[in-house]
């Protein structure tokens, strides 16, 4: 890899996608690779299921007024998650001034989006037998990074990650700058919550591709909480409505309300399960503290408290509504077993006259 600015787009399109078949679709056409983090040891950051990368095509587009050479690359993931990365190689002789007004244009272009877009739908189109539960809802995440071959001590990083001019304070020098981590003299990298600057004189992504990886736990985490806030409205409504009809017509409504309950919290349980076993670190090594970094500043674990603080709350308006049925059904048979000794005793008054 050389020196390029890496657009990150990810989107949720579906509950699952079965790997397996998307090699075998894509491999009719294209050349696919499964994500192997091959600087570091195989048992300290394992991968459960591996994306599946492919190359879309070279482009040569507009950005800025200027026109680069661009590569489309996507990264399908079996969560539901499909990544499409944009590159735009810079020139490694290009002075810090172009690279940091490069940075400062960035803010003012959209013209990329259509292309995202594009190359999204034509893999979905091609991936469809693979994709299990298609998604209809706007959930995505974006995430650029500066990566660099060839860097110098002198230039200053914060124009390109927060694309203003500056100057700076200390303390948004120090904020900015404090995920700052380094391996080696040749590779560091600055990570901030919506870009990262990568120096590494191999060329080596697999930073990057660590940092894509969190991103797309963080975007199901958001898909989920959502899910389950939209689940939580309904819930509401439908109690509401619910208490409008008859005592004995209720527990039919509530039975089912249950077991669309049950149904959502058993789906939500088993994907933040998958998430959170999809990679799983077992040395304290410089990927594991990057990725756990990474983590920690996609704010993903705020997003998996408020996906749990949900899900119990469904779980105990699923307690209260078994509470009530349970109550209903010993309350009619209350009532029955009272008719029943009534019935007797009439019967044996009855029989008694004659």
Not at 136 to 161: A, K, M, N, R
């Amino acid at each position: 890899m050389r020196t390029a600015v890496l657009f990150y787009r990810l989107f949720d399109v579906a509950d699952e996608i079965n790997l397996e078949l998307v090699e075998r679709i894509l491999s009719m056409e294209k050349v696919t690779s499964r994500l192997k983090l091959s600087r570091v040891p195989p048992k300290s950051i394992h991968i459960e299921n591996p994306p599946v990368g492919v190359e879309l095509g070279n482009e040569r587009i507009v950005f800025g007024g200027s026109e680069y050479e661009v590569s489309f690359f996507a990264r399908i993931y079996d969560l539901g998650v499909i990544s499409i990365i944009m590159q735009i190689f810079l020139s490694p002789g290009l002075c810090y001034e172009n690279f940091k007004q490069f940075a400062m244009n960035l803010e003012q272009q959209s013209e990329y989006d259509q292309h995202f877009l594009m190359q999204l739908n034509k893999l979905k189109q091609t991936l469809l037998p693979a994709m299990i539960g298609i998604s209809i809802g706007d959930y995505e995440e974006d995430f650029i990074v500066f990566f660099f071959t060839d860097w110098q001590s002198h230039w200053d990083p914060l124009p390109l990650l927060l694309r203003e001019e500056g100057p700076f304070s200390d303390w948004v020098r120090k904020d900015t700058l404090q995920h700052t981590y380094s391996y080696t003299p040749e590779d560091f990298i600055i990570i901030t919550w919506d870009s990262a600057l990568v120096y590494d004189a191999s060329g080596s992504t697999e930073l990057p591709e660590l940092l894509e990886f969190a991103n797309s736990q963080l975007l199901e985490l958001r898909y989920y909480d959502g899910l389950l806030s939209g689940e939580m409205e309904k819930m509401y409504s439908e109690l509401q409505r619910v208490e409008k009809v008859g005592s004995y017509a209720r527990l039919r409504y509530y039975r089912r309300i249950m077991g669309r309950l049950m149904q959502v919290v058993t789906e939500v349980t088993d994907i933040t399960e998958r998430i959170q076993n999809s990679v799983k670190v077992t040395e304290d090594i410089y990927y594991a503290r990057i990725y756990s970094a990474a983590l920690i500043i996609f704010r993903t674990k705020a997003w998996m408290d408020s996906v749990q603080r949900k899900m119990a709350l469904i779980q105990q308006n699923y307690s209260m509504l078994s509470d009530e049925i349970v109550t209903a059904r010993s309350t009619w048979l209350e009532i029955a077993i009272v008719l029943l000794i009534t019935f007797e005793t009439i019967l044996g008054l009855l029989s008694a006259f004659h």
